[in-house]
Every structure is written in C-alpha cells, then in structure tokens.
C-alpha cells in the first residue's frame, strides 16, 4: 500500500529566510503525481504545487519549488524568501487515483 | 465566482442523532469527495463519488452514508453509529478521478457530538 512520511511535525524559520519542508513516500508505481498543499488557520486547503512523476524536471511556482528525487522516493518543498503569509499547514500528498495524505508539517514564521 | 461551499461552518450535535453536512460545488466537476480531519493525521477518505447517482466506500466509510443525485450536491450524513464522529470534515471535486487531477476544497465543516 502506499503510503506519505512527513517527518516534521513542527518547522520554524525567520521571515525572508528559506526553509525545506520534508516528504517521503512508498509505492511500487511508476505514474503518479505529488502534491503539496497548504492549510493557513482559515483551514481552507490550497493547492501549492504539483509534480509529475515521469517528468524530471523540479516543479517551481514563484517562491516555492520542489525536490523530487524518484528512486530516493523524496518530494521536499522549499520555500524561499518566508514570508508571514506562508504560516501554515503544509500536507504532501501522493495521488495514483486516490490522494493519499501525509501528517503535515506545522510552519511557523518568526518576524 | 466558481467554488465549493460547505455549511454550517461549527455543528453541534447530540450523541445518538444523525447529522447531514451540505457540500455544493459550481464548478462542473464530475468527481467529489468526503475527507475526515483529526489532529496530528492527514485526511482520511471517507466516501468519493465519480459520477451522479454513484459513489463508493473510502477508507472510513463505517458510520457515514453519502448520496449523490445531483452533479453538484455531494451530503454526508454522520450517523449515530459512528463511534467518535467529533472531527473537521472537508469536501473536494476535481474535474475527474484521475492520477493528475488537482482536487479543490470547500472550508469545511467542524463537527462537535457531544
């Protein structure tokens, strides 16, 4: 069965700084996709960013990209130049027609 | 504006009553979807629906029923025989069920048995 690691529960960074949220994953497919969704305290779930998984190249929108490293099985978010509005709930998540979800890594912002 | 609405936003139930949570989407989606929130966890599939007037059991279906008679209406009603109902429950749509489909959220309902 598949299966998401988040091994963060908890990340704090400084605004303006860069910070690497991590995620694993398990499955014995070769086409699948990943996801990166945000949670902030209004608890409305927000597509950050998507991964093909037969696509080599790292999926980037504005500040936030990814590392995608297929046979390690990793996908880890990095966000770049933090900023208050970023403070959330991060969730990774693997999709081979059912989203399968991680624990989600809390991220603060220190001003 | 195209979105998904869910209400109430805070319920407050007895123990032993049945409880329906509304889920409207406007954005043509084919595909919806029930998810359970606790603290510490991912979300949990409960029921998901590819087509009007079909649906099936996620991986927490016990205790929850669903329907799906209309294209943009997907209710789950929390049944008394839901041992510990008390949690954040979330509805999404995406265009189809498929590998790549993005999945969009509503705001969610917070649920509290007491």
């Known amino acids: 069965a598949q299966t998401v690691t988040q091994s963060q529960p908890e990340m704090s960074v400084q605004e303006a700084e860069t910070v690497t949220l991590s995620c694993t994953y398990d499955?014995?497919?070769?086409?699948?996709?990943l996801f990166w969704y945000k949670q902030p305290p209004s608890r409305q779930m927000i597509l950050v960013i998507r991964?093909?998984?037969?696509k080599q190249q790292n999926a980037t929108e504005n500040r936030f990209s990814v590392n995608f490293q297929k046979a390690a099985k990793s996908f880890s978010l990095k966000i770049s130049d933090s900023q208050l509005g970023d403070a959330a709930m991060y969730f990774c998540?693997?999709?081979?027609?059912?989203?399968?979800w991680g624990a989600g890594t809390k991220l603060i912002i220190k001003p | 504006d195209g979105g998904i609405t869910q209400s109430p936003k805070y319920l407050f139930r007895k123990e032993g009553q049945n409880v329906t949570l509304s889920c409207e989407q406007n954005?043509?989606?084919?595909?919806m979807y029930w998810y359970r929130q606790d603290p510490g966890q991912g979300l949990r599939l409960i029921y998901y629906s590819q087509i009007v007037n079909d649906f099936q059991k996620g991986d927490i279906a016990e205790g929850y029923s669903v329907s799906r008679e209309k294209k943009e209406s997907f209710p789950l009603t929390v049944t008394s025989a839901q041992k510990n109902p008390t949690a954040f429950y979330l509805c999404?749509?995406?265009?189809?069920?498929?590998?790549?489909?993005?999945?969009?959220f509503g705001p969610g309902t917070r649920l509290t048995v007491t």
């Open positions: 999404a749509s995406s265009i189809g069920r498929g590998t790549s489909y993005e999945q969009y």
């Open positions: 499955t014995s497919e070769s086409d699948y996709y």
């Open positions: 954005l043509n989606h084919d595909a």
């Open positions: 991964q093909e998984a037969y």
């Open positions: 998540a693997y999709s081979n027609y059912q989203l399968i």
